[in-house]
């Protein structure tokens, strides 16, 4: 099965999840900078939830670069990840309507953290799909990165409940994490060129 589909169909949806968010800023009913304060709360949970869109976006396109082959179990689990991604709208609009309050932020890093179980799971049926000797198989090893961000968005989620501080610093923390470049699958799709022009 031909990858170009499952590639073209997750930038629609993605491409769709980004202008819900932006289509939930709703415009002050001033011309101040006073009018603008009860925005920023709004505008930073849609800040941060663009960046981690941006971030998904990026990395599955990285991942769909290594792969030749699609299963249709890595349909499915692309569709899993996609559902997920589809629930950050809701729980960035509500985020940042309710000012980052406990109860939203443990839902917001719930929701982070079945994304990026949902990627986990998605990396390892491609993996299947390809084999243990694939260019996925052998940029992601140990996948270090991953593990902490799965860690980080459960302590996130455990300290919502003390402290909204805490718990959107270290979402934000995740996500900086992943903003610098993750060159594991770059480099292994450059090993094959070098090695042929060597």
């Known amino acids: 099965m031909h990858k170009g589909r499952v590639e073209a169909f ?18 002050p009913h001033g011309a101040d900078l006073a009018a603008l304060r009860p925005l920023l709360p709004v505008v930073g949970s849609y800040v941060l939830s663009f960046l981690y869109i941006g971030i998904y976006w990026n990395n599955h396109h990285m991942l769909l670069a290594a792969v030749s082959r699609v299963s249709g179990g890595v349909l499915w689990a692309n569709l899993h990840l996609l559902f997920w991604l ?5 729980v960035t609009n509500w985020m940042g309507e309710n000012h980052f309050q406990g109860l939203t932020l443990t839902l917001y890093g719930a929701v982070l953290l079945m994304a990026g179980f949902a990627y986990w799971i998605l990396q390892r049926l491609i993996i299947v799909a390809n084999g ?8 992601v090893g140990r996948d270090v990165k991953g593990k902490l961000s799965v860690a980080l968005y459960c302590l996130g989620i455990g300290l919502s409940f003390v402290s909204a501080w805490l718990a959107g ?27 042929t022009a060597a």
């Open 10 to 27: 997750s930038d629609g949806v993605i491409a769709i999840i980004l202008t819900i968010m932006v289509l939930e800023i709703k415009v």
């Open 86 to 90: 589809s629930l950050v709208p809701a």
């Open 132 to 139: 243990p000797d694939s260019v996925l198989a052998r940029a």
């Open 169 to 195: 610093g270290i979402y934000l923390a995740v996500a900086l994490m992943w903003l610098l470049p993750d060159r594991r699958i770059e480099r292994q799709l450059a090993q094959p060129r070098e090695a």
